[in-house]
């Protein structure tokens, strides 16, 4: 009889690399190394945070988790300054594209418009109930 309870990654470690492996061979044809890298970088100004931007990096997409900018800030460009960073460090590991998601009705959807993102998805009754859209831009 099959049982499911809480696992570790160590109780995963080998078994998950092994059986991953066969999938990748069959969505790839190809084993995969997915080399996911968190990353974080933050502006600055006057020797004050102003903004930071965060995410990962996995199997060639850079996907934004959080950015932000101070209120006071905003309109000076360190908003794009955080993009282009992250974009940059994504190009040196070979990203090929980003990604993230926002909230349909916020403010921050003509910033990351404006920044070269395009929407490509919709997702209704999202975080706590409220609708949010996929962006993605090329990494050139």
């Known amino acids: 009889m099959i049982t499911v309870s809480r696992a570790t990654k160590k109780d995963l470690n080998g ?10 061979l069959v969505h790839y044809g190809k084993c995969v190394e997915w080399n996911e890298q968190e990353f974080m970088f933050k502006a600055s100004e006057g020797g004050k945070l102003v903004g930071f931007i965060t995410g990962k990096h996995e199997g060639g997409v850079l996907f934004i988790s959080q950015i932000t900018t101070a209120e006071r800030t905003r309109g000076k460009g360190g908003g794009r300054m955080l993009v282009n960073k992250a974009e940059e460090y994504g190009k040196k590991l070979g990203a090929h594209k980003m990604w993230l998601i926002t909230g349909k009705k916020w403010s921050e959807n003509a910033f990351f418009q404006k920044v070269g993102f395009k929407k490509i998805g919709f997702l209704p009754d999202f975080h706590f109930h409220e609708d949010f859209v996929i962006y993605t831009k090329e990494i050139k």
């Open 15 to 24: 078994w998950r690399v092994k059986e991953w492996d066969k999938v990748d």
